[in-house]
């Protein structure tokens, strides 16, 4: 019990103590070992299958673990609905295919949540949705619906939802696979100068070079484990393990 | 040769830098006559199935269009609208349901300006208003009974005509000779003509028959050779007055005041061996009738005006034997004429109608009784538009947003405050004097308010019912899935008309508090319940649709199930189900037809029972029948524009969301 209340202290925002999945029968997470630490970017990267997307989302419990503890901001996440509520206010989440919410404009996904689960008042929720929006730089397509924008415009709407709840961590789930090419530049600008800001956060990619450039550690998982976890430098130039050799050679 | 544009000759090429220019399409290809080659006549067999199917439809609307014009007999709807309308709704109350439809025609007005609309949004409310204008005329004051003629011949006897009449009232009747040939190619003597007295002959039939002979030349009505004595008697057989008509002095017109309330009849007596008839006048000895010498020949109608006959409507029939009495058994001239009956052949029109008559003996009526309502209809309807498009562009937006915000207000309390108009107070003494409405017992509810009733009371009960049974059936606890699954297949298991069975018997016998609930509340209870398991279905295939990762998404952001839900989920399912909502909505519409098995008169029913049960509307089931089917038409081409209307608006419609 005193290890979990230092948990905060300790510096680390997200811990991950044995965490074990299985999907029916099929064993997706085997015994996850992992922090993160307050301000930190970590990227998750790994074959098709891994677990990598698993992870993250059990980390704001859209997936159930089934074995061990997940400390997220030192509140352990169970079952208890209090729990799962205060620790999905303090992550955001950006997903791969967006999921905006093609029914409301863009100004509506953006203070929709703001409003009903801060309880901001209307004015104050626009202010932080113009900002976030001049932020991400598409501050002029506020009253347009999702269904009107590129894929890049969409994912960095997606972005500024989420930031607009003032996470203290950010989940990206593959924010650029379902992109088109032109438009993946535009994304990673976006979370470039989020990491730079100081927001921590936990990405799953594909994206070699974001990786290099912005991660302070990559994890790399194959089969349901972490294999290796590193810095860019260490783990790009000069892996340790056999498998992450292989994965590497194949996709450089 | 500069610029070339394709060069098909060479391997390499590079295309100049300017774009060729834009031409025009192929003059043939597009407009009227592009649309025409492209969709009707785009092939042999495609015209040949243009051809076709325009002649057949055009064959049946000819048909249908000449049958209404030329022959049909329109005037069972006049005389039956109240009925078909209102049911046994009191006369006096029926104000309430004009409330009711003003009401309605100024809320959609003041919708349509405020909002915007398109010339289809106008159709629909005009529509509505003549639907409305259907209720007006018939609580306004009594119709004047049109005249009594019936026709007596030579040959044919004629039986007595009873009536009702009040103290001091006139009668007038008169004996109008026929004795023109060309009258045999008028049909304006049908104008009015009713039959109702217990023993006589048709006198349609007769007319025709006489109309056929004078044609073929057997009958000639100029040989005019009549004598009659028109009586007036009272219940008890005591002639009241009498008038003698003559062949020399044919035209006969006498008054006679009433000296009592009760039950009266006119009889005519044909003279065939009167001795001559004198009249003094100034001390000497006149014959007016000179005895009899030549056969009596020839036609004349006898007309009674001022007399209120027979009457359709089941409550006045009620009213009148206890202000009467019963109607009284009078002596038939003989047993075999008063067992004929009134045959469908005999009392329809025959031959072709003009136009002109048509205008004249059909329409005339039908718009004289609703065209007051019709102007106040669309007077109330463009008001109200000009209200709300006068504040929809005014430069204040406050002023908007108070009229859209007084619109729907207005459509929430819609709903409630019809039923309270409908119904009134139990006790009208203890609310506001202002509100003092008697009660209307719901039995007395009936015909097409009723089935208007029974539709939007069930549909708009059972919408949020189906959307929690929907949520329910995929709720993640099993005991209210089971439920939710269990209630859903058993009422789509079982049969409309059953759960009404039920609603009438079974429910009071295993509830006894629910047996003196009024049927009409458990049969609403029943179409609701039905309703509802329906809706359930058509809004969880609207929930399957939603992406898992909508869901997602509103939980990453901390929204609770129910904001989930109310937020993300249901606004999109919900859309996406409109056209099937809607087309359960009017499959509902016309399942109402059902209630009638049970005892409730709705539309259908209560045309069922005034065209079978009354003997003088039988041979008119066919324009009955065909006007009930135009009613149900309108009616839910109305539900249905105002769907498409659904889900062209309001935010994120569905076509914006293709446009992704």
């Not at chain 1, 972005?159 to 789930?173: N, S, V």
């Not at chain 1, 438009?183 to 974001?210: C, N, P, Q, W, Y």
């Not at chain 2, 100024?106 to 639907?131: D, E, K, Q, T, Y």
Request: hydrophobic share 45%; with cysteine.
């Amino acid at each position: 019990m005193s290890e979990q209340s230092n948990s905060n202290g300790s510096g680390y925002i997200i811990e991950c103590q044995d965490v074990n999945k299985w999907f029916g029968e099929f064993h997706v997470l085997k015994d996850i070992n992992m922090k993160v630490k307050e301000r930190e970017v970590v990227v998750v990267i790994g074959p098709s299958g891994s677990g990598k997307s698993t992870l993250i989302r059990c980390i704001n419990r859209l997936e159930e673990h089934q074995e061990g503890k997940i400390l997220v901001d030192g509140i352990e996440l169970s079952n208890d609905l209090k729990n799962i509520n205060a620790i999905r206010r303090e992550t955001g989440m950006v997903f791969q295919s967006f999921n905006l919410f093609p029914h409301l404009t863009v100004m509506q996904n953006i203070t929709l949540a703001q409003r009903y689960v801060r309880r901001r008042p209307r004015r104050d929720a626009e202010d932080m949705a113009r900002q976030l929006l001049q932020r991400v730089g598409i501050p002029e397509q506020a009253n347009k619906y999702p269904g009107q924008l590129s894929g890049g415009q969409q994912q960095r709407v997606a972005i500024a939802r989420a930031l607009a709840m003032q996470p203290k961590i950010m989940l990206f789930d593959e924010p650029t696979s379902a992109l088109d090419p032109e438009m993946i530049k535009e994304v990673l600008d976006v979370m470039k100068e989020l990491a730079r800001s100081g927001m921590t956060m936990l990405v799953v990619t594909h994206e070699m070079g974001f990786a290099r450039e912005v991660a302070d550690r990559v994890i790399f998982m194959d089969s349901g484990r972490i294999v290796e976890i590193g810095t860019p430098e260490h783990f790009f130039e000069n892996p340790s393990h056999e498998r992450t050799k292989l994965f590497l050679s194949q996709i450089l | 040769m500069s610029e070339v544009y394709h060069r098909p000759d060479e391997t390499f090429y590079v295309a100049p830098k300017e774009p060729p220019p834009s031409r025009r399409p192929p003059a043939l290809t597009i407009g009227p006559v592009g649309w025409l080659r492209k969709n009707l006549f785009s092939s042999v067999s495609n015209t040949l199935i243009t051809v076709i199917t325009v002649g057949l439809m055009a064959a049946f609307f000819y048909e249908l269009v000449t049958w209404s014009v030329a022959k049909a007999e329109w005037n069972v709807v006049n005389n039956t609208m109240r009925l078909m309308m209102v049911g046994l709704y009191p006369v006096d109350q029926i104000w309430r349901i004009e409330l009711i439809a003003i009401l309605l025609v100024f809320l959609s007005g003041l919708g349509l300006g405020v909002w915007g609309g398109n010339a289809r949004g106008f159709f629909i409310i005009a529509l509505m208003i003549i639907i409305a204008a259907l209720f007006i005329p018939i609580g306004a004051e009594k119709i004047e009974p049109p005249p009594i003629r019936f026709l007596i011949t030579p040959t044919d006897a004629i039986g007595p005509v009873v009536f009702v009449g009040d103290k001091d009232d006139t009668v007038r009747l008169s004996v109008e000779p026929i004795d023109d040939n060309a009258i045999a190619n008028e049909t304006s003597p049908f104008v009015g003509f009713i039959e109702n007295s217990p023993g006589s002959s048709s006198s349609r039939a007769l007319w025709n028959n006489a109309k056929a002979q004078v044609v073929a030349g057997t009958l000639d009505l100029t040989n005019y050779n009549l004598q009659l004595t028109v009586q007036l008697l009272d219940r008890s057989g005591k002639v009241l007055d009498e008038q003698l008509s003559t062949p020399t002095r044919r035209r006969v017109n006498f008054e006679f005041k009433l000296p009592a309330d009760g039950w009266y009849y006119v009889q005519v007596l044909r003279d065939e061996t009167s001795e001559a008839i004198y009249e003094t006048v100034d001390g000497v000895q006149l014959p007016i009738a000179p005895a009899r010498t030549l056969p009596n020949t020839g036609y004349a109608w006898i007309r009674i005006d001022g007399v209120d006959t027979m009457s359709s409507q089941v409550a006045d029939v009620e009213q009148r034997t206890k202000t009467y009495g019963e109607v009284p058994a009078i002596q038939c001239p003989s047993a075999a004429e008063c067992r004929r009956l009134l045959l469908e052949e005999n009392t329809r029109f025959e031959g072709a109608r003009s136009f002109s008559a048509f205008l004249k003996t059909q329409l005339d009526p039908f718009l004289q009784e609703i065209i007051v309502s019709l102007v106040v209809g669309f007077a109330v309807m463009l008001a109200a538009y000009s209200i709300g498009n006068f504040a929809k562009q005014s430069r204040n937006p406050s002023s908007k947003k108070a009229v859209s915000r007084v619109t729907i207000i207005g459509w929430i309390i819609f709903f409630p405050l019809s039923w309270i108009l409908l119904s009134g107070f139990k006790d009208p003494d203890s609310v506001h004097p202002f509100l003092r409405l008697p009660e209307v017992a719901q039995s007395l509810w009936g015909g097409l308010i009723l089935t208007i009733v029974l539709t939007f009371v069930s549909l708009t009960v059972a919408f949020p019912i189906g959307i929690l049974l929907a949520l329910g059936r995929r709720s993640k606890l099993p005991i209210i899935s089971i439920f939710c699954i269990l209630f859903i297949e058993v009422v789509r298991g079982v049969p409309l008309i059953t759960i009404l069975f039920m609603a009438k018997f079974i429910v009071p016998y295993f509830a006894k508090s629910m047996s003196d609930t009024e049927l009409l509340i458990r049969l609403l209870v029943g179409l609701t319940l039905f309703t509802a398991a329906y809706n359930a279905e058509i809004i969880r295939g609207g929930l399957q649709i939603i992406p898992k990762g909508q869901i997602e998404a509103s939980q990453a952001l901390g929204l609770n199930p129910f904001a989930t839900n109310a937020f993300i989920v249901l606004p999109q399912a919900l859309r996406a189900v409109i056209p099937a909502m809607m087309s359960q909505s009017v499959s509902l519409f016309k399942d109402t037809t059902l209630v009638s098995i049970v005892g409730l008169f709705e539309f259908l029913g209560m045309i069922e029972l005034i065209v079978n049960g009354q003997q003088i509307y039988r041979p008119y089931q066919r324009e009955a029948y065909l006007f009930v089917g135009v009613i149900y038409f309108i009616i839910s081409y109305i539900m249905s524009s105002l769907s498409r209307r659904l889900e062209e608006s309001g935010a994120g419609t569905v076509r914006k969301m293709r446009k992704a």
